[in-house]
């Protein structure tokens, strides 16, 4: 099933079901749908799943429907419809925006580069003493991020990017702040959940997300990761509620006026090309009680195998365009890069209160 959620610039927020080229408005039949985080809290009150709850609203008497294409072809804040976020909550405090890395077996090459390590060739173990902490905590995966069911696995690494501030969704812009040393894709898929009353996390589904960090800095130390990780970044356009997280095939391409200056080729993600299983992922996030809040909704990014940093001569640039494409997962996810505050690169002054 996949789920967007849109904005009328008539008639408020909608959601939406995607139907080959129709989107089939279900906020037109019961006004209570008037996002997914109604939605979900409704099939929770009435003891019903998120999907059987869409499949219900979705053949009720009242749905409009429009064109998709339209919907895709909007800017966000227009005169139009567009496409908002594929999960957000009314209150952004409420959404924690994290992800964890070196899960992919194509990432650690790209980290490790970054590190100036030296990472494992040919599948020769290297001495440890010669690893960076980039490829060691991959290794650690390799040997445990996939545990029996029941057992808790090792854990993968973990990142903060932020709260609902820093979401944005298909076609918005992603900041380029004027402290940033650079921009940096990273096309991944996003797991979305929402706790319920009594503190159990709800996976609604994925979605497809950039995780925008500032590699450059992150290259400078790698304690530098976390703040390289406090940037805006990008779900959506839809929801999927039914995908398996086994396998995808992703690709990227960013365009600079009518030039393409980055083409990813084919990238996969999804558990079979992972060092870590998806519950071990979750597990490690959900284990902290203050991620088990009723009523937060949780967007984690799942990490990637292919970053265009490092392998390029070109800084991002306010005005180029970031498309990644996954056919038969979802449409393509587009944002476009806009530079920041000039006065960002000024010191904030703190005043006494």
């Not at 099939?43 to 339209?70: K, M, W």
């Amino acid at each position: 099933m996949r789920v967007v959620q849109f904005l009328c610039p008539q008639k408020g927020r909608r959601v939406g079901l995607v139907d080959g080229d129709v989107v089939r408005d279900l906020t037109a039949a019961n006004n209570a749908f008037a996002s997914v985080y109604d939605i979900f809290q409704l099939a929770i009150r009435q003891g019903q799943s998120f999907e059987s709850l869409l499949t219900e609203a979705g053949e009720a008497d009242g749905v409009e429907l429009c064109a998709y294409e339209s919907l895709l072809a909007a800017q966000p804040h227009g005169s139009q419809p567009f496409l908002l976020p594929a999960v957000d909550h009314a209150d952004l405090h409420r959404v924690l925006i994290t992800g964890t890395g070196l899960t992919h077996t194509g990432s650690m090459k790209s980290r490790d580069d970054m590190h100036g390590g030296s990472a494992e060739k040919d599948d020769e173990p290297q001495a440890d003493s010669k690893l960076t902490d980039s490829a060691k905590m991959f290794r650690m995966g390799l040997e445990g991020g996939k545990p029996a069911d029941g057992k808790r696995g090792v854990a993968p690494e973990w990142f903060y990017k932020g709260n609902g501030a820093n979401l944005r969704g298909y076609r918005a812009s992603l900041e380029l702040p004027a402290f940033a040393q650079d921009g940096g894709e990273e096309p991944e898929l996003v797991g979305c959940y929402i706790i319920d009353e009594n503190g159990t996390p709800r996976r609604l589904g994925f979605a497809l997300g950039n995780e925008w960090s500032d590699h450059a800095t992150e290259n400078v130390n790698y304690l530098y990761l976390a703040p390289s990780k406090l940037r805006t970044c990008a779900v959506g356009p839809e929801l999927i509620t039914d995908f398996d997280f086994s396998s995808v095939s992703l690709r990227c391409h960013v365009q600079r006026g009518a030039e393409t200056i980055y083409d990813s080729g084919e990238l996969f993600s999804g558990e079979e090309h992972m060092s870590h299983s998806l519950a071990n992922c979750e597990d490690h996030h959900f284990k902290y009680g203050q991620h088990r809040q009723p009523g937060d909704v949780h967007l984690h990014y799942f990490g990637t195998s292919k970053l265009s940093y490092g392998n390029r001569d070109w800084k991002y640039r306010d005005g180029d365009e970031i498309r990644i494409e996954a056919p038969s997962f979802s449409a393509a996810l587009v944002n476009t890069v806009r530079a920041g505050n000039t006065q960002e690169a000024e010191p904030v002054r703190v005043v006494k209160a």
